[in-house]
C-alpha cells in the first residue's frame, strides 16, 4: 500500500505520517500474520498510541518472515529432491548425482 493510499484510508494529512513511521506502518502491513487487510492497519493506527503497538509487531512480523523464507527454502529442496527421486526412476543417475552434489555437497566420481 502506498502512503498516499494510507493517509486516504486513515483520513490524516502527508504531514501526519512521518516517513518512518509510514515504514514501519507498511513493513507490519505487509508482513504480520494478524494483518489481514489495508483497514486492519488503519484501524491499529486509528486507535490512541496505535504507532506504538505496530511498533511492537515488528519483531513478529519479522520473525515470521524469515520462518517463511525457510519454509520457502526447505519447500524448494523437497520438490528438488522429489525431481531427484523421479530422475533415478527413469535412469537420470546424473541428474540426480548433481542435485546431490548441489544441494548436500555429496561428491560423486565420474563414471
Known amino acids: 500500500m502506498s502512503k498516499d493510499e494510507f493517509v486516504e484510508l486513515a483520513g490524516i494529512k502527508w504531514d501526519d505520517i512521518s516517513e518512518e513511521?509510514?515504514?514501519?506502518?507498511?513493513?507490519?502491513?505487509?508482513?504480520?500474520?494478524?494483518?489481514?487487510?489495508?483497514?486492519?492497519i488503519v484501524n491499529l493506527w486509528k486507535l490512541p498510541n496505535g504507532i506504538m503497538i505496530i511498533r511492537d509487531m515488528v519483531e513478529t512480523a519479522t520473525l515470521y518472515e524469515k520462518i517463511e523464507?525457510?519454509?520457502?527454502?526447505a519447500m524448494n529442496k523437497a520438490n528438488k529432491a522429489r525431481q531427484a527421486m523421479e530422475d533415478i526412476k527413469l535412469g537420470r543417475i546424473q541428474y540426480a548425482k548433481e542435485y546431490l552434489n548441489e544441494y548436500w555437497k555429496e561428491e560423486f566420481p565420474e563414471e
Open 69 to 73: 523464507q525457510n519454509y520457502y527454502s
Open 21 to 40: 513511521d509510514y515504514e514501519i506502518v507498511e513493513y507490519v502491513y505487509a508482513r504480520h500474520p494478524a494483518i489481514n487487510s489495508k483497514q486492519d
